[in-house]
């Protein structure tokens, strides 16, 4: 192999990434503008691209394309995603930008909970125009980058149809978040009881098995009256009974199946207890697998901002609803988990460090960050734009309650002063939930508003922004393992 070390002078080369073959090597290297892998030796004709000599060695140099991470995951198994959902403890680092994952990795070197690098909802990749093939490659490309060989998964999150389960499953996503919201009566949950009489329709074997009566799970007890239970019946039957035709549809008997996460959690209503329980019980009665269930949990769980409400009343909550998942046998998830730091060792005490926890748009703020520090210009531009023009739009699709006149006026505070916008929770979530028509915005001639300066300059501060981002996640799982170690 050391033939082959002499090429070591001709490329800037990420050092995590050499990797030697039989008769050759491959590599990741900086080309200025753009990263490239750089293939020697017979396995070269697997990759795409330009063919050189380098120091006397032939060469291709393969661009950062969907065939080639294809290639990559042939070669080197673990740049692939494996099933890590059934792990005692797990974190989503959804990373809309593709940038990532080299500060998840140091995060995920240090702490013993798997991660799941690729995960994306479709609607997601709809604000941001990717693909779940560009999830995936993102993250194989950096998982190759850095030689990260602890396994990772991938997300389909947050699917509602057959056609997008089938989208992430084209392109091997090791996990399926199945968001049940359009099959949950929000109604039925404020029903006056008489209402609910009338609509319950009765179903003998389910009453034998519920109404009236009380399991326990661990320390706690759940208990269905029989209203309660005729609403909870209301509530969820129809995402029970999708559920099931979902799981016997692309799980059930499958080889290679992905592992099934039920989403019950982007509701109106709270998640009881004794609803958390009947959906549970019944998925798995009706032979259903779930790995994880993520419950709507009291209080509120808005994007970009610490948990809204009284902590002692979510952790009194939060311990039935674990023990609930411990005493079924699968894990609870925790959706929208960025920055909720107050409740992060709740998660961890209640849970006995068993959880999957996800996190997503808090990335793409820390990157916004490196913007106001190092581009001030360019980042009072789209915090006006974002206040101004796009807030009201992107608001459609996330639930926040963001008090616009409280958002500092970027006009008032110095360059130096910017970064600590980020700090202000109205601020947060201005930024947070308008990416998509931030990235998205054009101008008359066509061209892109804001995204190529932006990509240019998280370019440049690559390094800044994973030690920011490790030391960000690095303190969600810091605070979450106070929990439990």
């Known amino acids: 192999m050391s033939d082959y070390n002499v090429l070591k002078n001709s490329f800037k080369i990420y050092p995590h990434s050499w990797h030697d073959l039989d008769d050759g090597c491959v590599f990741m290297a900086d080309d200025g503008a753009k990263d ?13 691209g330009e063919e050189k000599t380098v120091e006397g060695i032939g060469v291709k140099i393969a661009g950062l394309i969907h065939e080639n991470a294809d290639a990559l995951r042939s070669l080197f198994p673990f740049t692939a995603p494996s099933p890590v959902l059934h792990e005692k403890r797990s974190v989503g680092t959804g990373d809309r930008l593709g940038l990532a994952t080299p500060g998840h990795i140091r995060v995920f070197r240090k702490y013993d909970a798997y991660p799941v690098f690729a995960q994306q909802s479709i609607r997601e990749l709809n604000l941001t125009g990717r693909t779940f093939a560009d999830v995936m490659d993102s993250a194989t490309f950096a998982v190759f980058r850095e030689d990260f060989e602890k396994p990772w998964g991938a997300d389909g999150d947050h699917l509602k ?12 996503f090791t996990m399926i978040t199945l968001d049940c919201s359009e099959h949950i009566n929000n109604d039925a949950a404020v029903l006056p009881d008489e209402e609910v009489e009338k609509l319950y329709k009765p179903d003998s074997t389910l009453e034998a098995l519920y109404m009236g009566k009380t399991f326990k799970v661990g320390e706690h007890s759940v208990a269905f009256s029989e209203i309660e239970y005729k609403r909870a019946v209301l509530i969820y039957g129809e995402a029970i009974d999708y559920t099931v035709q979902v799981w016997e549809k692309y799980f059930k008997g499958k080889k290679n199946a992905p592992e099934l996460e039920m989403s019950i959690d982007e509701t109106e209503s709270v998640t009881t ?10 998925l798995i009665r009706r032979g259903v697998n ?8 009291i209080g509120e769980f808005q994007k970009a901002i610490d948990y809204i409400g009284n902590v002692p009343d979510f952790d009194k909550d939060f311990a039935v609803h674990a023990a609930i998942a411990e005493a079924l046998g699968y894990k609870i998830s925790v959706h929208s988990g960025s920055d909720k730091f107050s409740v992060f060792p709740s998660i961890g005490k209640y849970t006995k460090g068993h959880f999957h926890l996800k996190t997503a748009g808090t990335n793409w703020l820390v990157a916004m960050q490196i913007i106001s ?3 001030p210009s360019l980042y009072r531009e789209i915090h006006k734009y974002a206040l101004n023009d796009a807030f009201a739009e992107a608001s459609k699709y996330y639930h926040v309650t963001t008090d616009l006149s409280k958002v500092p006026d970027v006009d008032k ?7 600590s916008v980020f700090e202000q929770n109205d601020a947060r979530q201005v930024i947070h939930i308008t990416y998509g028509l931030i990235l998205n915005k054009k101008n008359d001639d066509g061209s892109y508003a ?10 440049t501060y690559a390094e800044e922004y994973a030690q920011k981002l490790s030391e960000h996640i690095g303190r969600h799982l810091e605070e979450v393992y106070k929990g439990f170690e």
């Open 36 to 48: 490239v892998l750089v293939v020697c030796g017979s396995k070269a004709s697997d990759f795409s």
């Open 273 to 282: 207890p004794y609803q958390h329980y009947f959906v549970a019980a019944e």
């Open 413 to 419: 505070l110095s360059d130096s002063e910017l970064p």
């Open 450 to 459: 804001f995204r190529d300066k932006l990509f240019a300059d998280w370019r």
């Open 373 to 375: 520090e190092h581009d």
């Open 290 to 297: 779930i790995t994880t269930l993520a419950p709507r949990f």
């Open 161 to 172: 149809t057959f056609e997008e389960i089938e989208y992430a499953l084209k392109y091997g």
